[in-house]
């Protein structure tokens, strides 16, 4: 009966909730993350995903500038492909001093429960269930810092465990220029968390750099940092071209956005 049909307004809503939950792997024009989170997510805030949902497998370096969320965009990007079941395993790989930081913001405004992996998890772990027992397999999310990944104690289980399970996995490398030579040298050898990353990064099926200090002014150095981003694209030592670049960096300052119309703070150094 005409008397009992929904209000138009009523109607729309259940249409769009139905519409929106039901994306598919391969639609990428709409996004669930935005409405799975506690947070007001800025309109710019949405080009990282989106570039991410475009690519086959994630290879992407937000570098946008300080206080413009990469944070929140990185959390996006994991959030939507968790939702999309095109993730089974994230580690995010962040300085000590903001794993504390990373796991209570993806907890409280997403959702997310990340374990931190520490000398007292691997401690817990092998108590439970052995020597032999592998830490990384007991949880599918995981913070670690970047002291610890240079320890083969803890990245050696991790490297055995992708070996033989690669697909869905996805590493999130915060402050990602702490990966880059320093400098020179057409080799560009780098710091032991350099050649960690060398043996890591490449295990993973999808990766995820964020750095606001990408480049740091040596060309040979950039190319190494973004070899480990995407060997396939770059090599290190080789001048990275800029429509490459282009292809896998997200990069935006705030001059550009405050242009755009998006209000930021404004410093004054007196």
Same mark, same amino acid.
């Given at each position: &009966? ?27 024009? &709409? ?22 949902? &475009? ?10 500038? *300080? ?7 990185? =959390?996006?990007?994991?959030?939507? !492909? ?41 401690? =817990? ?20 810092? #970047? ?14 465990? !992708? ?9 999130? !490398?915060?402050?990602?220029? #702490? ?9 560009? @050898? ?10 890591? =990064? ?21 190319? =190494? ?9 770059? *090599?290190?030592?080789?001048? *990275? ?8 960096? @997200? ?15 404004? &410093?004054?150094? @007196?």
């Amino acid at each position: &009966r005409h008397d009992r049909l929904d209000a138009p307004e009523r109607f729309a809503a259940w249409y769009h909730a139905l519409r929106w939950s039901s994306l598919s792997v391969a639609d990428t024009a &709409r996004f669930q993350a935005p409405y799975r989170a506690g947070i007001s997510v800025e309109s710019y805030q949405f080009e990282p995903l989106e570039r991410a949902l &475009r690519q086959p497998r994630v290879n992407l370096f937000i570098a946008d500038d *300080v206080g413009l969320g990469k944070t929140i965009e990185a =959390a996006l990007i994991v959030r939507e !492909l968790l939702l999309r079941q095109r993730l089974r395993r994230v580690v995010i790989a962040a300085p000590a001093g903001v794993v504390s930081q990373w796991r209570e913001e993806l907890d409280a405004r997403f959702g997310l429960t990340f374990v931190v992996v520490d000398r007292e998890y691997l401690r =817990a772990r092998r108590r439970e269930r052995g020597w032999q027992f592998n830490p990384w397999k007991a949880h599918t999310r995981f913070i670690v810092s #970047h002291a610890l990944l240079r320890d083969p104690h803890y990245t050696a289980p991790l490297i055995d465990l !992708l070996k033989s399970d690669r697909a869905g996995s996805l590493l999130v !490398l915060d402050e990602a220029h #702490h990966a880059a030579p320093s400098s020179g040298g057409r080799i560009a @050898v780098g710091s032991a968390f350099t050649r960690t990353l060398r043996g890591l =990064a490449p295990r993973f099926e999808h990766r995820g750099f964020l750095s606001a200090t990408t480049h740091n002014g040596d060309s040979n150095s950039f190319s =190494a940092l973004m070899d480990l981003l995407d060997p396939t694209r770059f *090599v290190r030592g080789i001048p *990275v071209e800029p429509a490459l670049r282009r292809e896998v960096m @997200v990069r935006r300052l705030k001059s550009e956005l405050r242009t755009a119309g998006v209000e930021f703070p404004q &410093r004054e150094v @007196v």
